[in-house]
Every structure is written in C-alpha cells, then in structure tokens.
C-alpha cells in the first residue's frame, strides 16, 4: 500500500486550515496544519512532508521567508502560496523560488485540490531514487574522509556522475535526514553524524 502523500497547510486564519484540511483529506492526503509561520517552519524542518501550502501574510513570520528557508532547506518539498494580498512582485519572487502554484483568496475546494494534485503530481514524476546508491554515498562518505571532505566542500558536483535523481541529491547536499530514512531506510550512527556536519556546514 503506498503511503498519503503528507501535506504542511500554515495559515493564521482557523478557518482556511480546517478547509485545506477537510478537502484535502477527502483527496487522500496526511494533512498536518500550523495557525503561525514559526510552528510551520518548525514542522517542515523538523519532518518530511511532499508538499507544503503556506499564506504570505502571518503576524509572527513573513510567508516569503518561510517558503525561502523551506526551499533552501528541504528543496524537494514542493510549494503552493495561498494568498489574499496578491501582487505581482510577489507572484515574481514565488517564481523564481520555484513554488508551484500561487492561489488567491478566497479559492475554491475544486481550486486547491488542484493546485495540489498538480504539485504532488510533478515532484512524483522526477527520477527514480535509487536508495542503495543514496546510502553507498554515506556510507563511503562518514568512512572516507577525503571523499566527505569534497562532498562537504563540492555539494552536487561531487554527484554529478552518479545515476541519482534530483530528490536524492538534494538530500545528501542538504543533509536532509528524515527525508532519507523515509525513502532509504535507517541510518547508521556513522551516516547520520555525516549529515549533521552537513547540515551545520556554512559550505553550499
């Protein structure tokens, strides 16, 4: 049986992540929601989650900013921006962070099932991850010094010459732990304390 696709809805309004919520679960989707974008960003990061749809204007955290650090952060998360303060600088700026729909409020239930179903649809449709090769990378970079030196330092073109789909690379490069024990499998001590030196790397 293949697991719902999990989805992240932040919004402040009560009213639109009961909606989101409510639709999206007829569809068949594991939704979590968060009322702020701080809880949000703690959730994304903290999780993996295949699509992530976030409001732009929230008291405690700026909507950009949360789709930013998730972008930068958990870069095979897809997005979709909710949004009843649509311009078209911020319409730009969602483009070119790569989020997947921009929907204005108030949407209809048919509108968000399918900007989402869209969403869902194309992160699905990238290569194959191949989860021996993703864990023979860790592996031979928490045992191989010299080769996780220059993966730390190089990130993707260290990887550049394996068979690996986008997904994967982003992990490794990322240090995206819960996405790779998801799609992977568990980690070793080993492997996992490579990540974290990833993850904590200033080197992107």
Known sequence: MVAARKVLVVDDEPIVTKSCRRILAVEGYDV???QSGQEGLRRALSQHFDLLVTDLKMPDMDGMELVQTVRRDRPQTAVVIITGYATIPSAVAATRLGV????EK????????EAVNKAVAVRHEEPQIEADM?????TQASRDPSFGLRLL?????TLSGLAL??????????????WI???????SPQE???LQRRLESETW
């Open 181 to 187: 024990e998801k799609h992977c499998g568990e980690l």
């Open 165 to 178: 789909g986008d997904q994967a690379k982003a992990a490794i490069v990322s240090g995206d732990i819960a």
């Open 100 to 103: 997947s729909d921009y929907i």
């Open 192 to 194: 996992r304390q490579w």
């Open 153 to 157: 330092s190089e990130g993707s073109r």
């Open 32 to 34: 979590q929601t968060a």
């Open 134 to 138: 993703v864990k023979s990378v860790l």
């Open 106 to 113: 108030p949407f209809t239930p048919e509108q968000i099932v």
